[in-house]
Every structure is written in C-alpha cells, then in structure tokens.
C-alpha cells in the first residue's frame, strides 16, 4: 500500500475499515487510485475511497453490504 494512501487512512481512522474490506476491493481501490494521472485525480479517488469506507455501505459509488453474496 502507498505510504500516502496508509497516511490517509490512520488519519481518517478507517485503516480498520479497509482491512475490513474483501481483498479485490481494497486492490480495486489502491489500482484505481494509481493508475490517475494527475495529482488532483489521485487526490479526489483517494477521497472517494474515505468517504465510501466512512459510510460502510458503498463501494465505488454502488450499493455494498457485508455477507452480501460473492462480496468475500
């Protein structure tokens, strides 16, 4: 995991979350924040991932639920 996308998360308090998190979503999540060009695309995916994990219930801007069926 980046050193900034770890930061961000320790800062936010949702390192936890994100561990909490089926392994191809927290890949999706660090692939797609990666592979933004420009610092500012980076910045607001990266924002993005934070407020989805603060919510709970979202991942990549579609409705996700824990024990969903194939969500682990």
């Known amino acids: 995991m980046p ?40 910045a607001r995916r990266l924002q993005q991932m934070l407020d989805e994990l603060e919510q709970g219930d979202v991942y990549m801007k579609m409705a996700w639920r824990v024990g969903r069926a194939g969500s682990q």
């Open 3 to 42: 050193a900034a996308v770890e930061r961000a998360l320790e800062e936010a308090g949702l390192l936890e979350a994100y561990q909490a998190r089926p392994p191809y979503q927290r890949n999706d999540y660090l692939g797609w924040i990666d592979r933004a060009k420009r610092p500012e695309t980076k």
